[in-house]
């Protein structure tokens, strides 16, 4: 009796698991989401902008100043932000730089949640961002004048120093400058981060 040999025939056989190139090409084309980071950032120049106008309006200092002639007689004299045009600018520039961020935050938000017009919003970003790195920058330095001059004071125009005597209002005022800065330096890259996500969805 001939025996017959039968081949055993898989029930699967094992499938290609080739990723197509479309796939490769749709993965590697994915970019990074500058969205949340754009939401982070403005939250970020909210706190700062807010901390900055709080530190500016708290540095009122009284102390005793003698009276110049008559170095025995002390009067009382206050130092304050609104006794110098430029410093409220400087709140006035801050104050609103803050409530710009507060609703470029909400727009960026409603960007991530429905991207439907994100150019828009985008194009909008890129422009207003740079007008408040001026406006921030003008305040900055404005008060940043100010500061230097009761820091060192100007001898050639007789004009003397008065944070060796107001010491707290100098630290205070300093202190407001400095968060300034680190606020004009957001909108710098927040108006790059605008700019560059904008062209790349322009591009694609």
């Known amino acids: 009796m001939a025996s017959t040999d039968k081949t055993a025939v898989p029930l699967s056989s094992p499938k290609s698991e080739a990723t197509p190139p479309s796939a490769v090409a749709a993965a590697a084309k994915s970019p990074f989401n500058y969205s949340f980071v754009d939401v982070a950032l403005r ?16 540095s009122k200092e009284t102390e005793l100043v003698p009276v110049p ?30 409530f710009y961020s507060i609703i470029t935050a909400l727009a ?22 740079v007008v408040f790195v001026g406006i921030v920058a003008s305040a900055t330095g404005a008060a ?9 004071g100007n001898t050639h125009v007789g004009w003397t120093k008065i944070c060796n005597v107001y010491d707290k209002f100098c630290r205070y005022t300093a202190s407001s400058l400095a968060l300034s800065l680190f606020a004009a330096i957001l909108l710098v890259l927040l108006s790059m981060i ?9 591009r694609d």
């Open 43 to 58: 939250v970020l120049l909210f706190a700062a902008t807010l901390t900055s106008v709080v530190v500016m309006a708290t």
């Open 69 to 98: 002639g008559f170095p025995l007689i002390r009067i009382q004299l206050q130092a304050k932000f609104n006794h110098s045009p430029a410093l409220v600018y400087f709140i006035a520039a801050l104050s609103v730089t803050g």
């Open 194 to 202: 605008s700019t560059f996500t904008l062209y790349k969805k322009i």
């Open 144 to 152: 940043g004048a100010v500061g230097y001059i009761g820091l060192k």
């Open 108 to 129: 960026s938000l409603s960007i991530v949640l429905n991207p439907t017009y994100s150019k828009t919003f985008l194009l909008f970003f890129a422009f207003f961002d």
